[in-house]
């Protein structure tokens, strides 16, 4: 048989017919077979499997080898011997990859006889021998992929496995790509990635393998040898270094004596060469730990000498999409530290031009981020080394439609960034080492894509009485999710280090449907967290109602609830809101549907419980929006199909299905800049006598002016409270008439809640790409809000008012307009007006839900806080409408607000003062950045904001805290402080016993701020490098 085979492999005869016949050779593998026989059918597919001269002759002897050995398989054990292996292993093909795919699938067909064992303890002797002769990389990672299959063959013992673990080091510093080219380069990278993949397997599951690997990997790279340059390969294994090693690793390396000056050099020019590596990660963080590192022990000489050496080097890698984070991070770093000489920014300045130009012509969203921070870095440079007009017009040329930070700005970050304040700043490599900014507020740990989460806590913790009341809580010995909520925010309020790292509460709280480390929409998060917190403590209440009431709150704690309540309810009645959750309290409010049959005038109504209103995008821009109603706006829309998905959550307790109320047409389409494109640029009073009747603009009409055509939260809002004609697919079930009938839908708020959560439809899905799209149009905001609400005791004849009976549907445009004019029935309907104030925006950045990233615009706001009431702005007692109050008193107070710095960005770990002005301006700035959900706060009467309440800041006032959350923030606090303090001894030892005294010109001789941040806008960019990287 064997024979046969080897002659038709061959043979001249067509390839279909020899596939046939060794089909059938394979098939014969199940008769009963000599031992000889099998034999040689094990030789032969092993010689066509390693010696194969082409593809077809290599694939038929491992099918041959796969189906005789599973059939044969005591005559395989017998064939596949150590004497077989071991001649593979050191005969002159050893060095073929194709060797370890032959032992590899042998291995793979004896895994269950005994004969394994013996072969893989040849094996572990055998992979120690190969990886010190050092395999090129083709080699090396498949002898990687074999050992990662079979981890049995690892070298065994502490000894040897370190061994091993070193000699891999030492082996992917030789490293080299086989080509140039694109293919040839993945193949490289692929490799590289399999052999430093195996690393880390044993370091994770031997760490004692780990400090001297590390010790290798330093040993090689600070090799003073110049015939000799490492790979930057090695920049593979930086990923899987913890980086909780930061701080020991680089005070280790900084103090040590036996490491020289010129090495040093050596190892940080080869690191900053890593940043090269494609798929690093973490690189720039450990180069800029080293350079401060170095800094702290006051070795310039080798921060000068590598910056000049290297900042060239660094400024080119910004070409690169892929390494180009990594890269500003590293430049921002060596060129704001680098300050009593311009000679490192002068190096890059003819470049600067060049770069800007190309990225402002390509557009994309991430060179819109990267401009912003370069023009800033470049500014922060130009301000500090003036006098060089000659070289800084053309950059001033190209970077003068960009944003310029204020001179206070650049004064902290330049201080914070000098050599001489790196010698208190050693442990700050890592985040969780910094104190609090000047905001005094504390960032949230990006645990993996979870910015949709952390904006949403920030919001929440920024709603003062919210915050309050949860902090007032009596929840000893209770592990609810509320209790976590507590604990989140006492160290949120409390702690004193930059950012708290909330995993207890996410892993609590996470939707058991959304996938860790993946990107969610944080309006359906949010709508999640409150529906949980709200039946939890329903469930608890139910529980508890059997036994006793206690009442365990001091009586500081019990005043304050008193008067929280007081203040949260002062015009509504307490009668029935005794059994209310705190989520109810706090952001339910109640929304009233009725529908009235056009036919035999009947009424029917509904209420449900919201947690927020979600907006959609009304179909063009409607001037006097305020002051009008809009009729049948499904007229205005033309026979352009658009869908307008308008829901409010209902968050309490009802099934999935029922967490939506539908309002508008119940069909589904599209909303994007196609469908816009033939909609009215906007809506005429027709006659200034009669506000109800409208006409369409012609399209030929002067447009209205950019400012003027962006719609507000207020046209999104009135378009929500439209009425709506049902007609058509779309006509209304009347059980008096029992049949379908035309109906007019009016949806009406009912009850106002405290906290006001209005959702922008951002997220449309296109039928035509079957994806969700991201409408990105532009949304003014405005700081005060009037939401109208039903008046109690208004009948509901009054609300749907009476339509003429001779309405005809086939009317259109101007004609259904003047029949639909509402009788004088409604006029006795006036709805109330309840003043709001803007609270908190989170912004999503980016052009999907699927992707981008969540931040948020919060500011303090009282439950006091009086809100301005406009003067000769009285709507029409007939319409329900929402008012936008633009008052100059009211942009007095938001200058006063911008001075006062009562708006902060809260963008994961970094938090930042900014102003309502860049809130109002993000899209304009930032296009793909855009508000998402809005929380308003209620204010309780009042006529103007008060000077002396800064302008709605409440200034501390948080309730005492329980005893057990007191005592764990106690504890944390003092265990940052004895991080700070034995960080501050080793600096002074390490101060005490430098030898360079050299201290560069150039730096303020006032002592550094306490912290510098990026400015609001566009993810909130900036030079804060170590915090940019959480991310």
């Known amino acids: 048989m064997d024979k046969i085979l080897e002659g038709l492999v061959s043979s001249s005869h067509p390839l279909p017919l020899k596939r046939v016949i060794v089909r059938r050779v394979v098939e014969s593998a199940e008769t009963p077979l000599s031992g000889a026989q099998c034999r040689a059918m094990f030789a032969l597919s092993t010689r066509l499997i390693l010696q194969g001269p082409d593809p077809f002759q290599r694939q038929v002897g491992r099918q041959v080898l796969e189906a005789y050995a599973r059939h044969h398989r005591a005559h395989f054990e017998a064939f596949f011997s150590r004497a077989l292996v071991l001649g593979l292993l050191q005969g002159g093909s050893g060095r073929d990859p194709a060797v370890l795919d032959y032992i590899q699938a042998g291995l793979r067909l004896l895994i269950s006889c005994p004969a394994v064992l013996e072969l893989f303890a040849l094996l572990q002797v055998e992979a120690l021998r190969l990886v010190c002769e050092g395999p090129p990389a083709p080699l090396c990672a498949r002898l990687c992929q074999l050992l990662g299959d079979f981890p049995q063959c690892l070298p065994r013992g502490r000894k040897l496995s370190l061994a091993f673990c070193q000699q891999l080091v030492r082996t992917m510093a030789h490293f080299q790509s086989q080509g140039t080219r694109e293919p040839e380069l993945r193949l490289y ?84 060469d890593w940043l090269s590596w494609p798929l690093a990660q973490h690189v720039e963080t450990w180069v800029i730990a080293l350079l401060k590192g170095l800094a702290a022990v006051q070795k310039f000489t080798i921060l000068i000498d590598v910056t000049l050496l290297k900042i060239e080097l660094v400024f080119n890698r910004l070409w690169f999409p892929l390494v180009r984070p990594g890269a500003l991070a590293v430049l921002s770093h060596m060129l704001l530290s680098f300050q009593h000489s311009p000679e490192a920014f002068h190096l890059v300045v003819p470049h600067v031009v060049n770069l800007l130009h190309t990225f402002k012509s390509d557009g994309l969203p991430s060179s819109t981020t990267f401009l912003v921070q370069l023009a800033e870095l470049i500014h922060c440079m130009m301000y500090h080394y003036s006098g060089f007009p000659e070289l800084y017009e053309p950059i001033l040329e190209a970077i003068k439609e960009l944003p310029k930070p204020s001179e206070e700005k650049i004064k902290l970050v330049l201080n914070q960034s000098a050599w001489t304040s790196q010698s208190n700043s050693l442990p700050s490599c890592l985040s969780r080492f910094s104190g609090k900014s000047e905001t005094g507020k504390t960032g949230l740990v990006n645990l993996g894509n979870t910015c949709y989460m952390n904006s949403v806590i920030q919001a929440l913790f920024m709603a003062t009485d919210f915050r309050r009341h949860v902090l007032s809580l009596n929840l000893n010995g209770c592990n609810s999710l509320m209790k976590k909520l507590q604990h989140l925010f006492a160290f949120l309020a409390h702690t004193q280090r930059e950012a708290y790292a909330p995993r207890i509460f996410f892993e609590a709280c996470r939707p058991p449907w959304f996938t860790p480390r993946s990107q969610q929409d944080c309006s359906e998060y949010l709508r999640f967290l409150l529906d949980r917190l709200h039946e939890e403590e329903r469930t608890l209440k139910a529980l508890s109602s059997e036994k006793p009431s206690e009442s365990t709150m001091n009586d500081e704690s019990l005043a304050q609830e008193i008067s929280n309540q007081a203040q949260l309810f002062t015009e509504a009645s307490c009668t029935g809101r005794e059994g209310r959750t705190l989520i109810e309290r706090m952001f339910g409010g109640k929304l009233k549907t009725s529908i009235c049959c056009l036919n035999c005038k009947s009424t029917s109504q509904k209420e449900e419980a919201f947690t927020d209103i979600s907006l959609a995008f009304c179909p063009g821009s409607l001037e006097n929006v305020s002051l009008q109603r809009i009729v049948n706006s499904s007229e205005v829309k033309g026979d352009t199909v658009v869908q307008t998905s308008i829901v409010a959550s209902d968050a309490f307790g009802e099934s999935a299905h029922d967490n939506f109320l539908a309002v508008g047409n119940c069909c589904e389409a599209v909303m994007n800049e196609e469908t816009f494109k033939d909609l009215p640029s906007e809506l005429n009073c027709e006659n200034a006598s009669d506000p109800f009747l409208y006409k369409v603009q012609d399209k030929d009409a002067s447009p209205k002016p950019v400012s003027e055509n962006t719609p507000s939260v207020t046209d999104l809002l009135n378009y929500f409270l439209a009425p709506e004609i049902l007609k058509g697919d779309n006509k209304y079930y009347c059980e008096k008439c029992a049949s379908l009938q035309n109906a007019e839908k009016i949806m009406q708020i009912a009850e106002e809640p405290e906290y006001l959560i209005l959702t922008l439809l951002r997220f449309s899905y296109d039928p035509k790409c079957h994806i969700r799209r991201k409408i990105l149009d532009n949304v003014s905001l405005p700081l005060v809000l009037e939401l109208p609400v039903e008046r109690t005791g208004s009948s509901p004849a009054s609300v749907s008012g009476g339509w003429p009976v001779d309405v005809e549907f086939s009317d259109t445009g101007e004609n259904l307009a003047k029949k639909l004019k509402p009788s004088g029935a409604e006029e006795a309907y006036c709805p109330r007006l309840v003043p709001y104030v803007l609270s908190s925006v989170v912004v999503h950045s980016g052009i999907s839900s699927e992707s981008g990233h969540y931040y948020s615009y919060a500011r303090n706001i009282t439950a006091s806080g009086r809100c301005h009431q406009p003067k000769g702005l009285a709507p029409s007692p007939s319409i329900l409408t929402a008012v936008e109050v633009p008052n100059t008193d009211v942009e007095k107070d938001l200058d006063d607000n911008t001075k006062s710095k009562e708006w902060f960005l809260f963008n994961d770990s970094r938090v930042t003062f900014t102003s309502f002005q860049s809130v109002q301006n993000i899209t304009s700035r930032f296009p793909k950045d855009t508000a998402y959900v809005l929380l308003y706060k209620k204010q309780h009467g009042g006529s103007g904001f008060s000077a002396n309440s800064t302008n709605g800041l409440w200034v501390n006032g948080d309730p005492p805290l329980q005893k057990d959350l007191m005592d764990a923030i106690t504890k944390d606090n003092k265990l940052y402080l004895q991080e700070q303090e034995l960080s501050a001894r080793t600096q002074a030892l390490q101060a005490a016993s430098a030898s360079c005294s050299f201290r560069p010109n150039g730096f303020d001789d006032n002592d550094p701020p306490g912290s510098c941040g990026p400015t609001g806008g566009g993810g909130g960019g900036g030079f804060s490098t170590i915090g940019r990287l959480v991310f």
């Open 189 to 272: 990278v692929s490799q590289v990635t399999q052999v430093s993949g195996l690393l880390r397997s044993i370091w994770k599951a031997e760490p004692d393998t780990l400090l001297p690997s590390l010790q290798e990997l330093f040993a090689v790279i600070s090799s003073t040898d110049t015939s000799f340059e490492p790979s930057v390969a090695l920049a593979s294994l930086v990923q899987h270094i913890p980086l909780q090693m930061i701080t020991v690793l680089i005070r280790s390396l900084t103090t040590d004596p036996n490491v020289k000056d010129a090495s040093m050099t050596h190892a940080l020019c080869r690191m900053i």
